[in-house]
């Protein structure tokens, strides 16, 4: 404990410039005694004299200069702390010699005196001081017996008072230690206190949900950023009732007892929101209302299984494609030998359901690849005349069929296999749903965005997409068509994401159309977060 003590130990320079402040208005009342000389005085010797006018006035400048030294020169705690106390017990011997020794009862100053600098002294130095106080009274009680005619038996009372002076200074040792550990424990405290408040105040600031905190009044006391973000707070406290009146009405029903603990409810600027209460311990009655987007519930729901089904279906695809190239390779080789219509026709059958199965082996590996996208600056009008030349001549279509309007020309930041992927996809979707007469699919170059973005419509004449199935069109599997695997526009809008841009279904009178709206600029690709957990 000592070695604890003596290692965490700090002056106290507030206490000793207390201690110092008490010396001197202790010097003050020496000097009023000697200048107002009363009764008690004369009793206890202390007359006006040369001598005695000397010793308060170097008291009274000791005291100053202590007291100066503490509060403007704090440095050698220890030393001024020494110096002090020795010029108490020099001083209050001399003044107990001259009042016939303890029996005038002075010895009470020199007991304050050691209390006082045993609280905020260090160490052994207050044992120090206290052998120093016992041999300076000892000393002048005996030199006062022999010189001064003082009653022998006064020596029993000196040595009751050393004794006291040695118990003062223990004890009150004793009871500094023990405020100071206190006051270490309360300070480390407090520091893990202030450090938890700074640590739980990040973690709210850094939470996806909101959190609010909200009095018994109903008054809004604290938020987080998101809260602020997602409810359109104001920054000072206001009353819940006039931030969110829907909500407030359901943490007073809940209160009360009659409301459930998850409200669902809509933001003004359309989000969904789910809002959770909690009562706390606080002696202020407080609630925390836990706000979360629904739709990022749904959607990071929507992640997780889709991240689930893709490693699945891949792990499928990648056994069920070695059986298939075997039973295509045995298609080939019946092929080669000559027999009859009726086994033409099932070979043709087969190789054609070869080919789907294939096809959407490949698709379901292609969503769970990640490809990592190699922006490049393209030109847009020349890869879109390149594209369509591959891809009418793998189709076989007549000229006209599908057609390119370029009404302006721009580059486009794009990785260039990504690009003609999702080109492929759309277009190839277009051509099955449209009337395939001329200008069935139409490929439009068009800028003019504030924000740089460029766009490429694609565009059937086709009978549309339903209403109903708008918002399905990009999910993974999902197909209208007897032959589809319901991955192209799910695999198109990935890649447009992984190249930092987007594709959507625009509203159209006709047939459907497709928009890719990406970036004009140099290829500085971004990291698109969504993309990469779709991926």
């Not at 480390?188 to 949900?209: F, K, P, W």
């Not at 809004?220 to 602020?228: E, M, S, T």
């Not at 992927?421 to 068009?446: D, E, F, H, K, M």
């Not at 006709?510 to 500085?524: E, L, P």
Request: hydrophobic content about 45%.
């Amino acid at each position: 404990m000592n070695d604890w003590l003596s290692s965490t130990w700090e002056a106290n320079w507030r206490s000793f410039q207390y201690f110092n402040l008490y010396r001197l208005v202790l010097a003050a009342l020496f000097c009023l005694a000697l200048l107002f000389p009363n009764e008690w005085t004369a009793r206890l010797n202390l007359l006006p004299s040369v001598p005695m006018f000397a010793l308060t006035s170097v008291y009274m400048v000791a005291a100053i200069g202590g007291l100066v030294l503490a509060t403007h020169w704090q440095y050698r705690f220890n030393a001024q702390l020494s110096a002090q106390v020795m010029v108490d017990i020099a001083v209050v011997t001399w003044l107990m010699e001259r009042a016939h020794g303890v029996g005038s009862g002075l010895g009470v100053l020199l007991l304050v005196s050691l209390a006082a600098a045993s609280l905020v002294g260090r160490g052994r130095l207050v044992l120090f001081y206290a052998a120093m106080a016992t041999v300076s009274v000892l000393l002048m009680q005996s030199y006062g017996i022999l010189i001064e005619q003082f009653d022998p038996a006064s020596i029993v009372q000196a040595g009751f008072i050393s004794a006291g002076f040695f118990a003062t200074a223990i004890l009150a040792r004793l009871l500094g230690q023990r405020v100071m550990i206190n006051e270490d424990l309360a300070r480390r405290r407090g520091v893990a206190l202030e450090n938890q408040i700074l640590i739980s105040q990040r973690v709210v600031e850094r939470m996806q949900d909101g959190v609010l905190i909200v009095g018994q009044g109903g008054l809004l006391n604290r938020f987080n950023p998101v809260a602020q973000e997602m409810l359109g707070l104001p920054t000072m406290p206001s009353p819940l009732a006039s931030c969110v009146p829907r909500l407030a009405d359901a943490l007073d029903a809940w209160r009360q007892g009659g409301g459930i603990e998850r409200f669902d409810f809509v933001a003004d600027d359309g989000g969904a929101l789910r809002a959770r209460f909690e009562r706390t311990l606080s002696s202020d009655g407080e609630v925390l209302v836990f706000l979360e987007d629904v739709g990022r519930i749904r959607e990071r729901a929507q992640q997780m299984k889709l991240a689930s089904l893709g490693r699945l279906t891949a792990s499928i695809a990648h056994e069920i494609r070695n059986p298939l190239s075997a039973i295509g390779h045995a298609g080939e080789l019946l092929r080669e030998e000559r027999r009859g219509e009726m086994q033409d026709r099932l070979l043709r059958i087969l190789n054609d359901n070869v080919l789907r199965l294939d096809r959407i082996v490949k698709d379901i590996l292609e969503v769970g690849r990640q490809n990592q996208a190699e922006p490049e600056s393209l030109s847009l009008d020349e890869f879109c005349v390149n594209f369509l030349e591959q891809f009418v001549g793998s189709e076989n279509l007549p000229d006209g069929v599908v057609l390119l309007e370029v009404k302006d020309v721009f580059h486009i930041c794009f990785d260039r296999s990504h690009l003609h992927q999702v080109l492929w996809n759309l277009v190839s979707n277009a051509l099955r749903y449209s009337t395939q007469g001329p200008g069935a699919v139409r490929i439009v170059l068009q800028s003019g965005h504030s924000d740089g973005r460029v766009e490429l419509h694609v565009i059937d004449d086709g009978p549309g997409i339903p209403e109903t199935v708008r918002e399905q069109i990009f999910e993974p599997f999902f197909t209208t068509h007897t032959q589809g695997t319901g991955l192209g526009l799910f695999i198109a809008r990935e890649l447009c994401a992984t190249n930092g841009a987007s594709l959507e279904l625009a509203s159209s009178a006709g047939g459907a159309h497709f928009i890719v709206a990406g970036r004009n600029d140099t290829c500085q690709l971004p990291e698109p977060n969504g993309a990469r957990a779709a991926n």
